[in-house]
T-cell receptor
Framework: AQSVSQHNHHVILSEAASLELGCNYSYGGTVNLFWYVQYPGQHLQLLLKYFSGDPLVKGIKGFEAEFIKSKFSFNLRKPSVQWSDTAEYFCAVNAMNRDDKIIFGKGTRLHILP | EAGVTQFPSHSVIEKGQTVTLRCDPISGHDNLYWYRRVMGKEIKFLLH????????ESGMPNNRFLAERTGGTYSTLKVQPAELEDSGVYFCASSPQLFSGANVLTFGAGSRLTVL
């Protein structure tokens, strides 16, 4: 069965620090990959997605993620975080040609110190 | 355009009671998904509707859970009888795409269920 692993459950950084959140998935076929974010008091929303093409994808608010197929990874990065990035981040995967469901990881709670 | 709406936002019931959660997807979205998050765990897939049909219900925990989507519009998720382990946040999401590979989900705010 598909699964998604997020290595960091809780990350605390100071403003301007660089961020990398790890995500690995287990599925050997073609995948679509997502990062969703839930800001305090708000709905889950899409941060960025990878369907095909350039494995380095850029999302909203300066976030980017790199798909490394050989490592089954889709890590999220941001060079300089802001206090407003405090949120919970979820990596998700859809196994193409298998079914339509999207499987989520456990989430990483990011806390940025002002 | 209105987003995905869920009701109630929070429900507190006693073990053995029944609760019905409702989701109104974005108008015109054929795909409707139910997910559940128990505290500290992953957002777990429950089931997927395409219009009024259940495409995939592999994530439904047991037969105490019943989901419907009459007419392919809003959906309900009924838990009867509720157990303590059913507590969590139930998310609904919808998307306009029919085929896998293009499902960007729009989520509702979630319905928090507390079973005492």
């Amino acid at each position: 069965a598909q699964s998604v692993s997020q290595h960091n459950h809780h990350v605390i950084l100071s403003e301007a620090a660089s961020l990398e959140l790890g995500c690995n998935y287990s599925y050997g076929g073609t995948v679509n990959l997502f990062w969703y974010v839930q800001y305090p008091g708000q709905h889950l929303q899409l941060l960025l997605k990878y369907f095909s093409g350039d494995p380095l994808v850029k999302g909203i608010k300066g976030f980017e993620a790199e798909f490394i197929k050989s490592k089954f990874s889709f890590n999220l990065r941001k060079p300089s975080v802001q206090w407003s990035d405090t949120a919970e981040y979820f990596c998700a995967v859809n196994a193409m040609n298998r079914d339509d469901k999207i499987i989520f990881g456990k989430g990483t709670r990011l806390h940025i110190l002002p | 355009e209105a987003g995905v709406t869920q009701f109630p936002s929070h429900s507190v019931i006693e073990k053995g009671q029944t609760v019905t959660l409702r989701c109104d997807p974005i108008s015109g979205h054929d795909n409707l998904y139910w997910y559940r998050r128990v505290m500290g765990k992953e957002i777990k897939f429950l089931l997927h509707f395409v219009k009024e049909s259940k495409q995939d219900e592999s994530g439904m925990p047991n037969n105490r859970f019943l989901a419907e989507r009459t007419g392919g519009t809003y959906s309900t998720l009924k838990v009867q009888p509720a157990e303590l382990e059913d507590s969590g946040v139930y998310f609904c999401a919808s998307s306009p795409q029919l085929f896998s590979g293009a499902n960007v989900l729009t989520f509702g705010a979630g319905s928090r269920l507390t079973v005492l």
